[in-house]
T-cell receptor, first 108, second 116 residues
Framework: GQQVMQIPQYQHVQEGEDFTTYCNSS?????IQWYKQRPGGHPVFLIQ?????EVKKQKRLTFQFGEAKKNSSLHITATQTTDVGTYFC????????FGTGTKLQVIP | DTGVSQDPRHKITKRGQNVTFRCDPI?????LYWYRQTLGQGPEFLTY????????KSRLLSDRFSAERPKGSFSTLEIQRTEQGDSAMYLC??????????????FGPGTRLLVL
């Protein structure tokens, strides 16, 4: 069956450092979405990628979808304390599946 | 506020009691979803509706769980004979499904359930 791993599980960075989280699937994904959940909050949609090799940027955030559509990454440049939270990759439509998440802690 | 709303935000109940949660989606969104999230985990899909029709249910949704969306607007999720293992955050999301376009789900703040 399909297996999708999200790594790392936790990441502590000094404010100003970069951060990257990865999602790796054993099978081709039709799409990948990224959500952010602040501590005590609910998931908030960030982006959706559907095309092979797609790269999208939102200010300091860069999202990539691999050429084989089996992996994706979210990169944050120069982290800020407001970036704290758990980042989930999500795949599928209607009955979506959330990855295990990467919990980011930013040390001021 | 035109986002997804959920009520109550917190619920404490004793084991064996029934509880009901309500979700009001973004107006005009035709799809509504229920998820369950336990501490340290990502949300897990429970069920979803397109308008008033319940189209899919997860195996996680035991016989004690029932969801309705009678008029295609708000939805309720009822848990009968609650168990301690039901303690979790119950999240609702809604989306606008248009043929040929890829939808995005927008989440509500959740209802945190604690079963004692």
């Amino acid at each position: 069956g399909q297996q999708v791993m999200q790594i790392p599980q936790y990441q502590h960075v000094q404010e100003g450092e970069d951060f990257t989280t990865y999602c790796n699937s054993s099978t081709t994904l039709s799409n990948i979405q990224w959500y952010k959940q602040r501590p005590g909050g609910h998931p908030v949609f960030l982006i959706q990628l559907v095309k092979s090799g797609e790269v999208k940027k939102q200010k300091r955030l860069t999202f990539q979808f691999g050429e084989a559509k089996k992996n994706s990454s979210l990169h944050i440049t120069a982290t800020q304390t407001t970036d704290v939270g758990t980042y989930f990759c999500v795949w599928g439509y209607q009955k979506v599946t959330f990855g295990t998440g990467t919990k980011l802690q930013v040390i001021p | 506020d035109t986002g997804v709303s959920q009520d109550p935000r917190h619920k404490i109940t004793k084991r064996g009691q029934n509880v009901t949660f309500r979700c009001d989606p973004i107006s005009e969104h035709n799809r509504l979803y229920w998820y369950r999230q336990t501490l340290g985990q990502g949300p897990e899909f429970l069920t979803y509706f397109q308008n008033e029709a319940q189209l899919e249910k997860s195996r996680l949704l035991s016989d004690r769980f029932s969801a309705e969306r009678p008029k295609g607007s708000f939805s309720t999720l009822e848990i009968q004979r609650t168990e301690q293992g039901d303690s979790a955050m119950y999240l609702c999301a809604s989306s606008l499904q248009i043929t040929g376009l890829r939808e995005t789900q927008y989440f509500g703040p959740g209802t945190r359930l604690l079963v004692l």
